[in-house]
């Protein structure tokens, strides 16, 4: 029966939840409640729910919400992970998913919460460690190109705080200039009339937000945020 | 039981293949064997089968290879479709590919197997005819940046056959003065020492390939092919 080779094969959805800690670029890991690999850190997944899913993004939205209690944040499709070796129980499907979130959003005080930064993992079980470098790796190249990195960023920030979010995430430095030049051609932040940055030594900077327009989709620049020439 | 519902899932995977037929650009969609749609043409598909194949990409290429013959063609994982609504067996999951190849690899008078313009499809059954939108709009923006249009090629082409089949591709014509250096720029082709066209009314043209490290991978270039300014 074809059918039944079809329903063999387990499937689940597994989430890259980034955000930005102490200046760097964080995932974030939940410590697994059962078998297989009970107690250790991971990525929080879990399997679809064929009764509420519309589709597999929700599955992923709600696993998020239950587990961190973060509701419908930037949530991308990443890729599909599978294979007889990367769960113990059998042949088995991840859809994977990547989201951005500010880091105040998380819970601050829970161990079985752990915001960890991106180049100092712990060992992880099943294939996540492959899962976080594919998000990295997007996140990363889509960044260079897009508004993404303000999912990052707090509701209301000043544009030096924007451009070291980018910084953050590309993992390099950018020259302020042309800094300010793509982000006035990507369009995707106001300044908040009359609201300026309190409580710092220097000249207190203007505040600005992400245009509403873009709360959910990202606006796009042709050439890279730090293309060379 | 969570297991259970990990497993009430119906996983498949589905194949976007296009190739260049007459200067257009195709998808191969083959007439179903079974329910349901039994008759209607679809992209190919199947389930994964546990015992044979290492990742979703195997059985993809699997499925290519039992209903059209092709054999490991340049394959990609374009996302992941999901929901109740797709399959009328249930909630269903079909990790999508797409692939590349020149036309003279396909059948040719198999009435089971039919080639189409992408730009006139028959009406497609579950969520097909969305699966192929994304898959061009992956492709074309791929192509802009990318080797990737150079697997429709037959072995040996010219540089002027190579502009047209990416013309085919991104829907417009281009630059010949720009398209040649960034052919040069991307180092996906080597001439054929002595090789040139024959059959031709006017001069023979050089003939090239493309080159062996290409085989399986892409090259890329920073700005489009057909970049304005």
């Not at 499709?77 to 991840?94: E, I």
């Not at 590309?170 to 006035?184: A, D, H, Q, Y």
């Amino acid at each position: 029966m074809r059918r039944t080779e079809g329903e063999s094969v387990i499937c689940s959805v597994d989430v890259v939840l980034l955000t930005l800690r102490e200046e760097r670029l964080c995932v974030v890991l939940l410590k697994r409640e059962r078998e297989p690999f009970a107690g250790a850190l991971a990525l929080p997944g879990g399997y679809i729910h064929p009764t509420e899913d519309q589709h597999a993004g929700d599955a992923a939205a709600r696993v998020l919400h239950d587990k961190t209690g973060i509701v419908s944040p930037y949530l991308e499709q990443l890729a599909t992970f599978s294979g007889p070796g990367r769960d113990p129980r059998g042949w088995s499907v991840a859809i994977a998913y990547y989201a951005l979130v500010p880091d105040h959003l998380l819970p601050q005080d829970d161990p079985d919460v752990q915001v960890l930064p991106v180049g100092s993992l712990p060992a992880l079980p099943f294939d996540h460690r492959d899962i976080i470098e594919v998000a990295l790796s997007r996140v990363r190249s889509k960044s260079q190109y897009s508004s993404l990195p303000v999912y990052l960023c707090p509701e209301r920030f000043t544009l030096p705080q924007l451009q070291s979010v980018y910084e953050a995430v590309l993992g390099e430095p950018i020259n302020k200039v042309s800094f300010r030049r793509k982000v006035e051609e990507l369009g995707m932040v106001e300044a908040l009339a009359g609201e300026m940055e309190q409580g710092r030594a220097n000249r207190p900077a203007q505040l600005y937000r992400l245009r509403p327009e873009y709360r959910r989709s990202l606006s796009l620049v042709e050439r890279g945020i730090n293309a060379r020439g």
